[in-house]
């Protein structure tokens, strides 16, 4: 019996499984990536249904603290902050209270709703845990924000406790596909990153985890990555761009274009419907112009910098989401006022 080849793909129909609850199909998962970058507004119409279904035309905003930045002893490769990288990048222990207190305020000022705050490391030691804990509780006292960590390796008992202390949501990348997790790191492995973000799960908070794109994956990686994050049920998923930092063992790698991170970001859309999809570090480097397309499947942007590479300014992210069609949320989740932020 001869088999019948799809060559092509209804987008839509992608998007009706997808709005269906049903998982698309896997082969159908990586046409989306290999499609042709004349499909890409068709793709991206598709995507828009499901974004727009769960998610209106509301642009979600976070904003991200990087308080403890360098002196890691992991070696991700993709990472300027880790022992192997020698990229020029500012290196200091956790900051104190009122340097976190002022960056809260920043955020609260750019009309953030998720204040995350990141510390560099394996793992917290226990002092600097404890100065975290007072931190968020300083934090969450003053302002009406959704406070997420990005910490590290964590177990139960120590997600327990930032729940007590106030924190929201536990942001821990799984980063890429369990297959590919070795090409990108030597000193924790896949089943370590997996093991955080279910026990922050079992501390009953919700999960941020997404990955990075760009470090040498498969299109298979990609999709993999994504049912992962789907079969985990995470609530909020960063979708990263690499930034090919000079002195990591990444710097000058360059495999992605501005189609290619759309096709991504439509491919996420499907397998992760409902979850807020955030264009995350990268975005400017890698979608350029192309920028207010991503909207259309994502539904979630930093405003003001990343862990350690600059973005674009704020005003520049409000102008570009309301020329988009595209409106801000604020803290509260009603949409911003057009002469607010
Ligand atoms: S990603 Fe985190 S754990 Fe890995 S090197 Fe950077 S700071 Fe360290």
Redesign the pocket.
Known sequence: MIQAVRTSVDWNLLADQALAGQRIDHQDALRVLQADDTEILAQLAAAYRVRHHYWGNRVRLHFLLNAQS?L?????H??????I?SAEIEKYPLMAKDRILAAADRAHQLKAGTFCM?????TPSPKTFEQVLEAVRAVKADYPMRVCT?L?LLNEDQAQQLKAAGVDRINHNLNTAEAHHDEI?T??GYQDRLATVQAVQAAGLTTCSGGILGMGESDEDIVNLACSLRQLNVTSVPVNFLIPIEGTPFAGRSELTPQRCLRILCLFRFLLPSQEIRIAGGREVHLRSQQPLALYPANSIFVGDY?TTAGQSATQDYAMVRDAGFTLEAPDGSPLPENDG
């Open positions: 360098g890691c002893p992991e070696d991700c993709y990472c300027s902050q880790s022992k990288s990141a510390i560099s490391g394996r990005t590290g790191c000193t924790h862990l």
